[in-house]
């Protein structure tokens, strides 16, 4: 694919295994899942779930950035929670990351997430 670019920030957390961060393919953006990591120091973020979750919007917002976009440029957003007890938080997170028309969304409950962490949210944008 000619026309395929690997995104990469400082701004973000560096790929904790073989991925890259997002790829861009013409106008649209599949960012990796994310973590609630610090980018400068590869920590899990405290502060229970609604930290984590404002932590992971950063990171994927900053990946956005640096693909020529925004987070208000994604279509669809797909959330994994250790317990579907925080939708309401990681809800209200949401809603203070975006703004309406809102992306389309899946939000699952898994076992586990890398880190022991809450929530990953990957994100597909059109720019």
Not at 55 to 63: D, H, K, M
């Amino acid at each position: 694919m000619n026309n395929r670019a690997v995104i990469s920030t400082a701004a973000a957390p560096a790929a904790i295994g073989p991925y890259s961060q997002a790829v861009k393919v013409g106008n649209t953006v599949w960012i990796s899942g994310q973590i609630p990591l610090d980018p400068e120091t590869m920590e899990v973020v405290e502060g229970g779930i609604e930290a984590e979750t404002r932590q992971v919007f950063a990171n994927l917002s900053a990946i956005a950035e640096a693909a020529g976009g925004s987070l208000d440029n994604s279509v669809k957003i797909n959330i994994s929670l250790t317990d579907l007890a925080n939708f309401q938080a990681v809800n209200a997170v949401m809603a203070e990351a975006f703004k309406e028309p809102y992306p389309a969304r899946a939000c699952v409950q898994v076992a586990a997430l890398p880190k022991g962490v809450q929530v990953e949210i990957e994100a597909i944008l059109a720019i």
